[in-house]
């Protein structure tokens, strides 16, 4: 999958602080209690399961990286496996198409604990902006 992006990202292609934040309090805090919500609004949420049905392969292998209780993967498409990696393990149990679960904070280590060449598809809604090195994290999808 990385080789759809081209330039490869760098650091270098960034200013120095490009990925600061304002709040720098512990990932972990933040996300250890379950927050069951929604982060986009309906139109938004039907306009990207329009995308994603348009987009991922039926029957593929998808990775859902910073994925909650809700993935908007299209209804009646089977996939063999959706990853959902996330940061709070209550949120991801309550994912339905998720047929696999991975909690860890990207943030304090950017290497996936997943096999090279697994997925088909990456997907990621909403939640790139949490992302502190995500040049490190798309090296490693």
Known sequence: MADILQPRPSAAMFPPGAFDRLDQADDAEFYAEA???THIDDIA????TGFYSLCLPPGGKILDLMSSWVSHLPEGVEYAE???LGMNAEELAANPRLTRRVVQNLNADPVLP???GL???CVICVSVQYLQR???VLREV
């Open 119 to 121: 997925f088909d598809a």
């Open 45 to 48: 949420i039907s306009a990207l």
């Open 134 to 136: 995500p040049v490190e």
């Open 82 to 84: 959706v990853t959902g």
């Open 114 to 116: 997943l096999e090279d």
């Open 35 to 37: 927050r069951l919500v």
